[in-house]
């Protein structure tokens, strides 16, 4: 491998390739399923997944099959395999990406836009840009210069799934379906769409929480009642129900997850000794890089006891509610009852059917005055999950892509956010390595105002999946 020859490589396609059809990714506000009730009709997601689809067609890869798979009521998966052109290998390496969006949020800096792409200083702007929209267009060009390389690959498997951000319904479906085609010698997958602490080490994902969103439904009234004021004192004020409830789930005080079903007694050691590794790279920077409004402090300075409440113990958030009064409604009537959506992060690990068994008590012995708790829907549950089977020799061909393409070796790091399908895929091959990796960086703001990319982290992620494919 010429490492010269081939970073000018990548910088050539990044510019012709991969930056105009990321542009037009981020043009498309395809939302996730969650929060764009007219996915099904309005064409969004099928336009993202076209745009792949027509990316994939241009590069003219050798001995490819690129396939758009749409089955009713679930939204499009793109799925792509290239025939291995190394004698005598029957392995498969599995590569993952998505390309459904996060809402757009407010608050975009007045020269940024969730779809009006902009370059500023080495990276580009755009609801999608990181996460996860570089994904398949530095995988399809990862695989393009290894070709153009001549560099003999093993079977490779792409795929690109719509509905990442909303559940991972859709993406099991599909997979289930493609296991035949997929086969049982998958030796190594690669989801790119994680996480990393800095843009000088290719950083390798060691574990992910799980989480569980529900939702609450609780009725008090037969219908609205216009009884003004004097109700006060009467019936039960539907946020003192909510909040009972959460005080059941929370500690109060320390805001703890009450619920022993929910925790873990120990993390690994060798995860925890990871921890201490990136703390040295990262320090403050943990802490530093959250936009705290002037005065507010974070629940600790301890930056470790940080990492561990957010990778390692369980949170629970409210996420919305429903059918509350309004400000501007300004009106004194009493509505028939409320919903609430929370979520429920969760560390590897955990025992979902117990734990979902405690967290139903637990809102059922917390119901006050006889409220009804007409349901409780479950939105997403998914477990959290491990990573810590690399071979040596993985762990070599990494450490010297990273050296390569970002300048020192690769950092382990966990991650607190969720990633449903990587706990699925070792479900079904429990044997395959599993190497989650990104460049979603502290200044990435990925679900929030001003998401963006690094340019050179894109070019330098690319650089280490041609370096890994030509050398596994």
């Known amino acids: ?72 009521g679930y939204t499009p998966l793109v799925y792509i395999e290239i025939k291995a052109s190394r004698l005598n290998d029957d392995r498969t390496v599995l590569l993952y990406g998505h390309y459904d969006k996060q809402p757009h949020g407010t608050g975009w800096d007045p020269d940024k836009s969730p779809i009006n792409p902009v370059v500023i200083d080495n990276h580009i702007y755009g609801r999608g840009a990181v996460d996860d929209g570089y994904a398949p267009f530095s995988i399809l060009t990862a695989i393009k210069t290894c070709q153009d390389f001549n560099y003999p690959l093993p079977r490779i498997c792409v795929l690109i799934e719509g509905a990442e951000e909303s559940t991972n319904t859709h993406i099991e479906y599909y997979f289930n379906k493609l296991i035949p085609v997929l086969g049982q010698n998958i ?19 060691n574990s992910l929480r799980g989480n569980v969103d529900f939702k609450i439904n609780i009725k008090t009234l037969e219908r609205k009642s216009n009884y ?3 109700a006060n004192g009467i019936i039960a004020e539907n946020l003192f129900l909510v909040r ?19 925790k873990v007694d120990k993390i690994p050691e060798e995860i925890e000794k990871e921890m201490d590794e990136e703390i040295k790279i990262v320090g403050d920077k943990f802490i530093d890089e959250i936009p705290l409004y002037e005065g507010v402090s974070p629940l600790s300075k301890d930056v470790k006891e940080l990492m561990l409440n957010n990778r390692w113990k369980p949170t629970c958030n409210i996420l919305g509610i429903d059918n509350c009064p309004q400000i501007k409604d300004n009106g004194f009537g009493v509505n028939s009852g409320i919903s609430v959506k929370m979520g429920m992060r969760i560390p590897p690990g955990i025992d979902l059917v117990k734990a979902t068994e405690a967290l139903e008590t637990c809102i059922k012995n917390n119901i006050l005055f006889g409220a009804k708790v007409t349901s409780i829907d479950y939105l997403v549950k998914c477990p959290g999950c491990t990573m810590i089977n690399l071979s040596n020799r993985t ?33 079904k091959y429990p044997q395959a390595e599993v190497i989650c990796t990104g460049i979603c960086g502290y200044d990435s703001y ?6 963006n990319l690094n340019i050179d982290a894109c070019k330098n992620i690319v650089g280490v999946l041609c370096y890994f494919l030509k050398e596994i």
């Open 1 to 72: 491998m010429d490492p010269i020859s081939l970073k000018k490589y990548i910088d050539k396609q990044f510019t012709i390739n991969i930056l105009p059809n990321l542009k037009n990714f981020i043009r498309i506000p395809n939302l996730s399923p969650s929060y764009d009730i007219n996915w099904k009709t309005n064409g969004l997601l099928i336009k993202a997944a076209n745009l792949i689809v027509s990316f994939a067609k241009s590069l003219s890869l050798k001995n490819a099959e690129i396939n758009f798979l749409q089955d009713k």
């Open 395 to 427: 762990k070599t061909i990494l450490n010297k892509a990273s050296k390569e393409f970002f300048g020192n070796e690769t950092i382990s790091l966990g991650v607190g956010l969720t990633l449903p399908f990587i706990n699925y895929f070792q479900s």
């Open 228 to 230: 003004g004021p004097e």
């Open 187 to 205: 030796v190594a997958f690669i989801p790119l769409d994680s996480f990393c602490s800095d843009y000088k080490h290719l950083w390798i994902t």
């Open 244 to 262: 009972k409830i959460y005080d059941g789930i929370i500690d109060s005080t320390t805001g703890e997850v009450k619920l022993e079903e929910f």
């Open 446 to 451: 990925e679900h929030g105002p001003n998401e």
